[in-house]
């Protein structure tokens, strides 16, 4: 029973669309968060929720905005995208806000965006 | 600007060897300290965690804090293929405070 799962695994698109990214998770986590991992392998910050509510929000473009309908769900809708926009974008899931505490995040298995 | 530094590797051991990595980080006030390790085409997944200054082994694997020089470092014995991967180092201040992550250290462990 998959603890972060994430849809889709691939999305390959063109410059200018919009798109959106699910993840959901079964282990009763208080906080999601979202990471985009670039080419260098470079993990990055992009939000974090708690309970629904934003806590962290990285200086990301306004064309990427995060949407948390309760707990359990953590979705990102891109807007416009641009060809840096490709990356891998993890959502990840913890018990303790902040760092995660002794079980740190679980990661879902990333979304890998290309656009052309 | 918060700092996390790795080499970026990679860092070739035979088999049996013990493989030591390294992280330095930039913010005094840091307070939570992460090694991930994450396999090519996979996501990160947590090995340990070490929050005070000295040693904690956990198996084959062993973090080493030490808050003064702010350097923490992980050594795997026996080191097996199957170590073969990238491990980055996470180091957080607490609280509701981020994580930041190093760009990681790729280890290959050469049969």
């Known amino acids: 029973d998959t603890a972060v799962s994430q849809t889709p695994k691939y999305l390959v698109t063109q410059m200018g669309n919009d798109k959106s990214i699910k993840c959901e998770q079964n282990l009763g986590h208080d906080t999601m968060y979202w990471y985009k991992q670039d080419s260098k392998k470079f993990l990055k910050i992009m939000f974090s929720y708690n309970n629904k509510e934003l806590i962290i929000n990285e200086t990301v473009p306004n064309r990427f905005s995060p949407k948390s309908p309760d707990k359990a769900h953590l979705n990102l809708h891109i807007n416009s995208l641009e060809l840096g926009d490709s990356a891998v974008y993890f959502c990840?899931?913890?018990?303790?806000?902040?760092?995660?505490?002794?079980?740190?995040?679980?990661f879902g298995s990333g979304t890998r965006l290309t656009v052309v | 600007q918060k700092e996390v530094e790795q080499n970026s590797g990679p860092l070739s051991v035979p088999e049996g060897a013990i493989a030591s990595l390294n992280c330095t980080y930039s913010?005094?006030?840091?307070?939570?300290f992460f090694w991930y390790r994450q396999y090519s085409g996979k996501s990160p997944e947590l090995i340990m965690s070490i929050y005070s200054n000295g040693d904690k082994e956990d198996g084959r694997f062993t973090a080493q804090l030490n808050k003064a020089s702010q350097y923490v470092s992980l050594l795997i014995r026996d080191s097996q293929p199957s170590d073969s991967a990238t491990y980055l180092c996470?180091?957080?201040?607490?609280?509701?405070?981020?994580?930041?992550f190093g760009t990681g250290t790729k280890l290959q462990v050469i049969p």
């Open positions: 913010d005094r006030v840091s307070q939570s």
């Open positions: 996470a180091v957080g201040a607490g609280g509701y405070q981020k994580v930041t």
């Open positions: 990840a899931s913890s018990q303790e806000t902040g760092t995660g505490g002794d079980y740190g995040y679980t």
